[in-house]
């Protein structure tokens, strides 16, 4: 069973950056990439974005384009955030996701990084 290990979350002041990590040990065949996601108390889920293994396809969501940056290590398998010009509404737990062909279809969670930005 694969497992997606997040971290690199904290407390940051309003303006600030933090570089998110999450890592898997296991890339199962049916996968096709990684996304992020975040989840702020009392809301919805929210897509962030997402890459392919190879890193050439990366999406973003409207909230973030511009100052959040999603990378990929593939031979490590291990899936970066980089996230600056941080604002009090980026509050949130951080997930990490891989994903598969279909909608598409977001498989194997993490289990999240706390991100707390001060204002």
């Known amino acids: 069973q694969a ?3 997040a971290s690199g979350g904290g407390l940051v002041p309003a303006g600030g950056s933090l570089r998110l990590s999450c890592a898997t040990s296991v890339r ?5 990439g990684m996304a992020w996601f975040r989840q702020a108390p009392g809301r919805e ?4 974005g997402r890459t392919s293994w190879r890193g050439g396809d990366i999406y973003y969501g409207d909230s973030v384009k511009g100052r959040f ?3 990929i290590d593939g031979a490590s398998n291990t899936m970066y955030l ?3 010009n941080l604002k ?12 598969s062909d279909g909608d598409p279809t977001y498989d194997y969670w993490g289990q999240g990084t706390q991100v707390t930005v001060s204002s």
Do not use: K
């Open 69 to 71: 940056t999603i990378a």
């Open 28 to 32: 199962p065949f049916s996968t096709l």
């Open 3 to 5: 497992r997606l290990v």
């Open 82 to 84: 980089q996230m600056n």
């Open 45 to 48: 889920r929210e897509f962030l």
């Open 88 to 99: 009090p509404e980026d509050t949130g737990i951080y997930y990490c996701a891989m994903f």
